[in-house]
């Protein structure tokens, strides 16, 4: 089995999950944070909505340099809507399925770097920074948007089974 067949049902199972929960991020709570450190909800949210495009980016890429000539790269612009900040999932999803689908096993074995200035932050096949640094990094913020969903009493939407919001059983 090709490495993408086995990425692609994952993939979608994710996304239909991340796009559930994007969905539910309310406008009257877009500059609501759970401490004064954390990430806007509208912020988590576009952060998400944006990750999914790195999994394009690391296939037709070898390295990312997020700081080069020691410059930070430009950061996305934050959606002003739920229609745009959906808008953008879908386009980043549809675009890194597309990517994905696309994929030869030599070119997800092949090596990605991630630069901070020149100087190597990670290195490892491009396979295990989709699993990890984008599909992992995207459920990992799913989980912290839905607690702010959950702390402004908004119903969690069901991801891999039941939520206390979506549950047939209780």
Excluded: C
């Excluded at 998400?48 to 690391?58: C, H």
């Excluded at 599909?135 to 948007?145: D, F, G, K």
């Amino acid at each position: 089995m090709a490495i993408r067949d086995a990425l692609l049902p994952e993939f979608d199972q994710e996304m239909a999950g991340v796009r559930k929960t994007l969905e539910r991020v309310p406008v009257d709570k877009f500059d609501w944070r759970p401490h004064v450190k954390s990430g806007s909800m509208i912020w988590l949210a576009g952060h998400i909505a944006n990750l999914v495009g790195w999994t394009s980016m690391t296939i037709a890429t070898d390295q990312l340099d997020l700081a080069p000539g020691g410059e930070p790269m430009a950061v996305p612009p934050t959606p002003t809507s739920v229609d745009e900040l959906l808008a953008t999932f879908d386009a980043k999803a549809a675009e890194a399925r597309a990517a994905i689908a696309g994929a030869s096993d030599d070119t997800l074995m092949q090596p990605w770097t991630l630069l901070h200035n020149g100087q190597t932050t990670m290195s490892m096949p491009k396979v295990a920074v989709l699993r990890s640094f984008v599909m992992n990094h995207v459920i990992h913020h799913r989980a912290q948007l839905g607690v702010y969903l959950r702390m402004n009493e908004v119903p969690v939407p069901s991801i891999y089974g039941p939520s206390a919001d979506e549950n047939p059983f209780a």
